[in-house]
């Protein structure tokens, strides 16, 4: 994959990408990660990115002038191409007004060929850039920060470590929180371990297995798999419930995690 970064601020970048599986990837060639700085592309001599909006209205907007002129010289596919679905590439615009990254679309980003990440800056981006020049537009939570690097930084983590090799067990990153495996039919089976399907991950624990008193759960120390896979789903469906009851909507449920839930919202009063 190659993944290419739009921004005023490369030098931001110089650790991120630095670290981790992010780095692991690129030194094993399953990704090629170039930041390019957006003030190559313009033509005065105070390299100017950015002007007052038309209308009136605080702070300044990233003008379309030299994102075009980047993502032109970028020698892309047409948008209508990338829209459809012909190619696969894509150009993401971040921005508080986009559509909420999540696991299924870092998923779906890690299945490109190759990702640009435009990060605005300022009250925004012109309009015109969103509407004729990127393919999705989209924000990493619901709140606001000063710019699209944070949030350039966090998709190519969430998407680098899905590129098959990326990470050592990639059976691993089936089995984290918000991940939808549609191989998983039933929350019981043989292994003791159990993807998320879409639900928060259950609790971990490692040696000692008694630390100052607080004890593992004996559930996990009895080698019994069928009951600690058991016992992980249901701990995965409390937490789900308490901390983000949200992602049960969209969850894939088992008539016994039905169960399970009806339990526990009954023991809950």
């Known amino acids: 994959m190659k993944a290419d970064i739009i921004t005023i601020f490369p ?21 090629s990660i170039q930041v390019q700085d957006l003030r190559e592309f313009t033509h005065d001599r105070h390299r100017t990115v950015d002007d007052r909006p038309f209308g009136g209205g605080e702070g300044m907007v990233l003008k ?7 993502l032109e010289a970028m020698g892309l596919a047409p948008r209508e191409d990338r829209v459809a679905g012909r190619v696969k590439e894509s150009v993401v615009l971040l921005s508080a007004q986009g559509q909420r990254f999540t696991q299924k679309v870092a998923a779906e980003l890690a299945l490109l060929d190759r990702i640009v990440l435009v990060c605005g800056r300022y009250e925004g981006v012109d309009e015109r ?36 090799g990326a990470v050592g067990n990639e059976a691993s990153t089936q089995q984290e929180s918000f991940t939808i495996d549609a191989k998983v039919k039933d929350s019981v089976g043989a292994d003791s371990t ?15 297995a008694d630390f100052r008193g607080m004890a593992v759960p004996e559930v996990l120390l009895n080698g019994d798999h069928q009951e600690i896979r058991r016992w992980r789903r249901e701990q995965a469906l409390k937490k789900t419930l308490r901390n983000r009851p949200d992602l049960l909507e969209g969850a894939a449920l088992s008539d016994e995690d039905a169960k399970i839930l009806a339990r526990i919202k009954a023991e809950r009063g």
């Open 11 to 31: 030098d931001f970048f110089r650790g991120p990408l630095e670290y981790g599986i992010t780095r692991r990837a690129q030194e094993m060639g399953l990704a």
């Open 129 to 164: 850039v969103a509407d004729f020049l990127a393919d999705r537009e989209l924000s990493i939570g619901d709140y606001v920060l000063s710019g699209g690097e944070i949030a350039a930084a966090v998709i190519v983590e969430a998407v680098m470590r899905l590129l098959p």
């Open 194 to 208: 159990c993807g998320s399907n879409g639900l928060l991950d259950y609790p971990h624990y490692t040696r000692p």
């Open 64 to 70: 379309p002038e030299p994102l075009f002129e980047c």
